[in-house]
């Protein structure tokens, strides 16, 4: 495709990411749906703008004021400024003298949210949490793409076997650093044609989300919920842990996204796995589960700013005040789940977010109302689980938290109770 082509779909698509009135995945979707005729080159290219746009959204509305012609267009340029093959072509004379000029700015000498782009009340929690150095080698990592992570299927394969095919085919992977079925692969090579993948020995899982099912201990025979399922990637991590015996309920709300489990399920070769569509977190058919469940994961609804990498339109669509709102249903959530345990059985909250509010502060809440829970510690349950380096995963007060910059997964928060006696 011709630059100038690639540059005005490059433009139009940006003009609809940045309504930020639908999930940029979504958007991204939607629009290559609207033009079949792209190839694999060109939807890299449009989707790798879009998003890099997003990740620098206020630095360069910033630098684009001093540019002539509409805002996208300006911006789609500031993305494609590495790629000068790309601009040779596709720009006036006027524009690349601008983007010279861009260039020479100090990006130092800039305003702090220039340099991170983030909301206000996203940097001031970050920075509070981990300080002024952390802080800035977070945002460094939400500049970066994320790496993509496989998750081995036991009942399969063994990871030694699958990262050898990997590299057999051309493919350069090594295991994850804590994950004991963990694999981890640079770049974005076309998994989804290999028999590894069409045979269900791999799926693609975040390291960081592998680590929340095995904290739940899942075994062998016993019933065990995932009540947050969504499309079911720790449902099928669950179901391997349990080595396909047993029942595993899988509950979400959305039955759209329990049919996207089907396949996966299907490739699995799972067949414990009982997916079910709630009407809310006080169902009937949850009720008449009450005490007689030996495990419970609540991978809970929440802001999802520990996957910025990955969705950096996150930072701009979320609000304290929705925060505010996803507070009131985690609570809710979490108390239901609860009930579903039997003494002896472990529950486990867990969020993909970064901000006290939806973890720490939901998860000692729960704990000072229910006595008849007793936190557990995360690290010697991941031990116990084969996870490697687990104390440099968990905080002091014995929590799962996982930070890109440190772990290189997505952020994650977890923390586990034993139901007493």
């Known amino acids: 495709m011709h630059p100038n082509a690639l540059l005005d779909l490059s433009t139009q698509l940006v003009r ?13 979707s939607y629009f290559f749906r609207q033009h079949k005729a792209l190839g694999q080159r060109e939807r890299h290219a449009l989707a790798e703008t879009a998003y890099a746009v997003l990740r620098q959204r206020l630095l360069w509305a910033h630098l684009a004021q001093s540019g002539h012609g509409p805002m996208e267009r300006r911006l789609v340029l500031l993305a494609w400024q590495g790629q000068p093959h790309v601009l040779k072509n596709g720009i006036t004379t006027d524009e690349g003298q601008w983007l010279e000029r861009t260039a020479t700015i100090d990006r130092s000498t800039l305003q702090d949210k220039l340099r991170h782009n983030l909301p ?3 940097s001031n929690s970050l920075r509070q949490q981990l300080g002024e150095e952390e802080f800035w080698q977070l945002v460094d990592t939400f500049s970066a793409g994320a790496p993509l992570d496989l998750r081995v299927n036991p009942i399969k394969a063994k990871r030694e076997a699958v990262l050898e095919a990997l590299v057999a085919a051309g493919i350069p992977a090594v295991p994850t650093p804590f994950a004991p079925t963990g694999i981890r692969i640079e ?7 290999m028999p590894l993948y069409t045979e269900g020995h791999v799926e693609v899982q975040d390291e960081g ?5 095995l904290l739940t201990g899942a075994k062998r025979g016993e019933m065990v919920v995932d009540f947050c399922a969504g499309a079911g990637g720790k449902t099928l991590a669950l179901g391997a842990m349990m080595r396909n015996t047993g029942r595993l309920y899988a509950f979400d709300v959305s039955g759209h996204r329990l049919e996207n489990l089907k396949p996966r399920l299907a490739r699995s070769g799972l067949s414990n796995v009982y997916a079910t569509q709630i009407a809310h977190e006080n169902d009937e058919r949850i009720k008449r589960l009450r005490g007689k469940i030996d495990r419970v994961l609540v991978d809970a609804p929440c802001s999802g700013l520990g996957t910025l ?8 669509r979320q609000s304290p005040k929705a925060i505010e709102q996803l507070q009131a249903k985690q609570t809710a959530i979490l108390h239901s789940a609860s009930r579903l345990l039997k003494p002896g059985g472990r529950l486990v909250y867990a969020t993909c977010s970064l901000m006290p509010a939806e973890n720490e502060i939901i998860a000692n809440a729960f704990t000072a109302e229910h006595p008849d829970f007793v936190q557990l510690d995360a690290r010697e349950k991941l031990e116990q689980a084969g996870v ?3 104390e440099s995963l968990v905080t002091e007060a014995g929590h799962l938290r996982l930070w890109p910059h440190r772990h290189a997964t997505d952020g994650f928060y977890a923390v586990a109770w034993e139901k007493k006696a």
């Open 309 to 316: 990498r990955r969705n950096p339109d996150l930072k701009w």
């Open 120 to 122: 206000d009340w996203i």
């Open 388 to 390: 490697t380096q687990a």
């Open 187 to 193: 770049g974005k090579p076309a998994l989804q044609k």
């Open 209 to 213: 989300s592998q680590l929340l099912a």
């Open 16 to 28: 609809e990411v940045l309504k930020l009135d639908a999930p940029a995945d979504s958007i991204v």
